[in-house]
Every structure is written in C-alpha cells, then in structure tokens.
C-alpha cells in the first residue's frame, strides 16, 4: 500500500520551536514526530510513503534518507510554492506507482491519532468509496471543518469552520486523514492551490462521488500549538498512544542517551530528556520536553513546557506551559506562565520576571 504524507506546512503557531525546523521534524518523544507516523503507517502495511515537502524540505533526507532503516520506500516531492493540502496530494501523486483502483493513504503531517488505519482503509474497500474520510467528534466543533454523514456513513456535506451557530450541524469533524481512490487524485487540478476541504470534497460531492466518512473516537490531537505538541509527547512517552517509533520503555519519563540526571531531580508525567542535558539536583520537571544540550538548573520548576536545544533554565527558576527557543538564557529566580514564548538566544537575566496568568 502507498501512502502521501504532507509534510510541508510552516508550523507558524508553533514559533519559535519551527524557526528553524518543520512542524514534523520537532522532536517529540524522542525522535522527530514523522517518526511516529511512518512507525504506525508501516505497521499498518504501508510500504511506500512520499513526502509532499515545502518549508525548510531538505532537512527531511539526511534523516530519512531512503527510508530503509525504517522498513520502507520513502520518495520526495517537493513543492517549490505552497499548492495547499489539495495541490500538495496532486504533486506528490506523480510519484505513486498503484494502479487507478487502488487505495492511496494521505496523512496530514501534524495529528496525532490511535486511529486503526488498517480498519480505516477496509471500511474504504467494502464502502467501494471513492474518498473515504477519518472523522472524529469533538466538545466544540466551531473551529473544524464539519463533515456530516447519513447513517451509512455517506458524507452529506462539507461545512469549513462555520462562521454562525446555526451553521454547526454535527459534532463530527475532518480528523485530516483519507483514503483516495488512485483515479480521483487525478482529478485535482495541478500546477496551482487547491484546499482538499474547501474545493475538492465539495466538487467531488456536487459530480455525485461517494464519500464515506469514518467515524472514530480513539485518540486525536492537532499538533498546531505548543501545548498540543507537549501534550502528544508526553502521552506518547506515557503509552496513551502507543508509538513502534518510541525510543525506549513506555513510562513516566524517557532519558535520552548522554543525558545526566543529578540525584535527587525528579522527573514524571511522561517527560522527555534530551541527549547531552543536564538536570540538577532538586530541579522537578513534569510532562515537558528538554531537547539536546539544554540545562537544568538546581531548585528549578519545569512543567507542561519545551526547552530548546542548548537552552539553559536558572535556579528556582519556574516554567510552566512555557517554551524556550534554542540557545536561550533563562536566568534563576524567574517565572514565565500561561503561554509564555521566549525565542532562541535571548536571555532574561536573575529575577526579572513574575509572569502569571493573573497579571
């Protein structure tokens, strides 16, 4: 089976962590996220994946490289202007080999699902379908595409974020994962953008295509924003989802070759400790993500945030729901709250801040 991986977004929302690598490529739990997602595609009998690329797409190659230390065939197409999640599907297709019956798998490079995408795609054979579609449900449905079916499973109609209430018809959304027949991704123009959502799927449905949705409740989670992206890590680490990529033993913690842990540090909540970091004595850090080379000093309070790579966090310093870019300096006796984004090399001197949600 083949399968397209689009991999080529900005990851804007995530700033400063994509500043200077792809949305797919950050690491999470471990190894890049497109790890995850090759893992759990070959484990669900893919064996050729082509990555549609775009932003910063030749830093995929020398990690993936062929694809073989992976257990698969991996091809890259690049798209020298962003073409949209349509035009994206369209460009890579030129490097699919199945014939037009068969079914071709697309992923968007940023959800991290427990979706059985071995199911998904017999739903798509016995529907004889021509797009079959992932749909979750969701508590507030506003800010997703809505996808409402009839009780076989037909889709009715594609709703893109509903601008009014009356508009918000069901709770099933777009979880960004489809199985094509080879034939209709033929369909989509090429050579300009193309929205799969706004354009494709409509005019599909208006030519009387068979669109099946397949409704699933398994884990989902849209890694658009730093608190998602260290949410899916640590559940990750933790086992809610399980990963053939993670490296090493489910759990609360995963320590990372070269990284030294001073006794009486603490770690849980499925936290991730980088190659080359150093955690002092006294320091907690609870489900967040410390990447290479970064430090952590002693007392410090680290918790639901991203450290960067060669970051440094002072004493007592307290981070919570933070990210620190690359290289940064976060003095001791600081505390960045709620959200707080500081960007790589900056630095914040000894006590200079007292951020909170409340101030």
């Not at 009014?164 to 994962?177: K, L």
Request: charged share 20%; proline share 6%; aromatic share 6%.
């Amino acid at each position: 089976m083949e399968a397209i991986l689009l991999v080529g977004g900005k990851g804007s929302r995530l700033y400063p962590v994509t500043e200077h690598t792809p949305k797919p490529m950050v690491p999470t739990a471990g190894v890049p996220f497109l790890a995850h997602q090759l893992g759990r595609a070959r484990a669900a009998g893919v064996g050729h994946v082509v990555l549609a690329t775009s932003y910063l797409a030749e830093v995929f190659e020398p990690y993936f490289g062929d694809g073989a230390d992976f257990g698969l065939r991996i091809t890259y197409v690049h798209e020298t202007e962003p073409l949209g999640t349509g035009g994206a599907i369209r460009n890579a297709a030129t490097a699919l080999s199945c014939g037009p019956d068969e079914p071709v798998l697309v992923f968007n490079g940023d959800i991290l699902t427990g979706l059985d995408i071995a199911a998904l795609v017999e739903h798509h054979r016995v529907a004889r379908a021509d797009v079959s579609l992932h749909l979750t449900r969701v508590e507030d449905p506003s800010a997703f595409g809505l996808v409402p079916t009839d009780a076989a499973g037909r889709v009715l109609a594609f709703t893109e974020k509903p601008d009014r209430p009356e508009e918000i018809v069901t709770d099933q959304v777009n979880a960004g994962c489809y199985v094509f027949r080879r034939s209709v991704i033929a369909t989509i123009p090429a050579g300009r953008p193309v929205s799969v959502e706004r354009e494709t799927f409509p005019g599909l449905l208006a030519s009387g295509a068979l669109l099946h949705g397949v409704v699933d409740q398994t884990y989902w989670l849209d890694l658009g924003r730093p608190a998602a992206l260290i949410q899916a890590s640590a559940d990750l680490v933790r086992g809610v989802v399980p990963s053939p990529a993670l490296p090493g033993r489910v759990g609360e913690y995963l320590i990372l070759p070269g990284a030294h842990v001073d006794d009486g540090a603490k770690l849980l909540g499925g936290t991730v400790v980088g190659e080359g970091v150093h955690i002092a004595a006294d320091a907690v850090v609870d489900g967040s993500i410390v990447l290479d080379g970064a430090r952590i000093e002693a007392g410090a309070y680290v918790r639901s945030s991203l450290v960067g790579a060669g970051a440094r966090v002072g004493s007592r310093t307290v981070l919570e729901n933070a990210v620190i870019g690359d290289q940064a300096e976060i003095g001791g006796d600081n505390e960045l709250l709620a959200g707080v984004r500081v960007r790589g090399r900056a630095s914040i001197p000894d006590g200079t801040i007292r951020f909170s949600s409340k101030s």
